[in-house]
């Protein structure tokens, strides 16, 4: 009984939301190694892209809300999701044509863009909080729970409960579907095809009649749709605040980085170890260990490595020890 108890507790704890946010950590990391490898830079505006497709969803979201439009159990954000993608795409694409198009055909170097990048940041958050504001903002409804503690408790007769969010199985289920879709899309189309042969052999892409301009296109719209994905499914897991976004900018670089820069598959896997390494460091394990252990061996402490405040330090100790001993990353992706 107390290892069943305990199981559930790691389980609560630990790998269901582990599995939520490394879902969110890996949509980031997608579209930050689908720009290093088709554009050649580091785009340091990623986070403050997921703030802006994150706010136009709420915006519409709250618009179906005051018209009494919803969809039962599953949040209102679903319905406006298109609304949040196709505004990103269109801020993403005229940032494009109107910032990053000059630097590229001057062929200026890709510290040059990441410079650029910043500066679009620092617009893009400053958009975000005059339109929307910079506290928190609650945008989530339909039923919150799909499990809740006391009915797994009544349930299961164990001393703990298993909670199971609306926000976290969704996390999930979306996630597979959208990286399965992206896979398909780049594996089975022409024009994912002519986006990969643009990422390995630019020269050698061009002399095939492939059209750069279009694979720069392509790439942002799909960088539009997985940034607001990740960002609409962070703001319902969590909350909506536009400096959070910022924030997550380190994780989901150490994503992309540790899986390998330029390797879609890697982005998920960094995303993924990411995630348990903050959730697993910065967890008290004290309720565990007192299933676990005989009453005299029961911790005192919380038994916890790290507090919740430093959970970004952990991506930063991970993204610099393996860009001092594997720089290509888990799945050699380009070197940083």
Known sequence: MELLNAIVALTNYVLIPGMAYGSQLALGALGVTLIYGILRFSNFAHGDTMAFGAMITILVTWGFQASGISLGVLPTALLAL???????????????????????????????LVIVSLGVMFIMNGIVRFIIGPDDQNFADGARFIISARDFKAWSGLDEGLALRTSQALTVVTAVIVVALLFWFLNRTRTGKSMRAYSDNEDLALLSGINPERVVTYTWLIVAGLTTVAGVLYGLDKSFKPFTYFQLLLPIFAAAIVGGLGNPLGAIAGGFVIAFSEVTITYAWKKVLGYLLPDSLEPSSLVQLLSTDYKFAVSFVILLIVLLFKPTGLFRGKSV
């Open 82 to 112: 298109p609304f949040g993608i196709a505004g990103t795409a269109l801020l993403l694409v005229a940032t494009d044509r109107v910032v990053y198009r000059f630097y590229r055909e001057q062929k200026a170097k890709p510290v040059i």
